[in-house]
């Protein structure tokens, strides 16, 4: 359903709640490092009063806050990509109608 927004909830639609459970938790977390790094450097950006320094410096553990967000997320977005192959995997087909049935009645 939200594999790219929020993994976990179609899962969690779909009956599998201890892997839906860990996909959102795991993609919280990379949700929060990335919102670390993102207010880290935006406070170095804004803490520069006059603006005129031509280089910004980054910090190592800005870029660590950021990878580890962006692997956490990957993470479960994969789960919930393979958890979603594996529902429409396992879902029934339809049985065909046999040869000379009637079909339900529609009524208004």
């Known amino acids: 359903m939200n594999l790219f927004a929020t993994p976990g909830l179609g899962s969690l639609m779909g009956g599998r709640i201890l892997s839906g459970l860990g996909q959102l938790f795991l993609f919280l977390i990379g949700f929060a490092f990335v919102c670390v790094w993102f207010f880290r450097m935006m406070k170095t950006y804004y803490s520069i ?4 320094e031509e280089s ?3 910090h190592a553990s800005s870029v660590y806050h950021f990878l580890a967000g962006f692997l956490f997320a990957g993470a479960a977005w994969l789960w919930s ?3 979603s192959l594996r529902m429409v995997a396992q ?3 339809p049985e ?3 040869p000379g049935s009637v079909p339900p009645r529609i009524t208004k």
């Open 81 to 83: 990509l393979l958890t």
């Open 49 to 52: 009063s006059d603006f005129s």
């Open 91 to 93: 879902a029934k087909t």
């Open 56 to 58: 910004v410096p980054i």
């Open 96 to 98: 065909p109608a046999l």
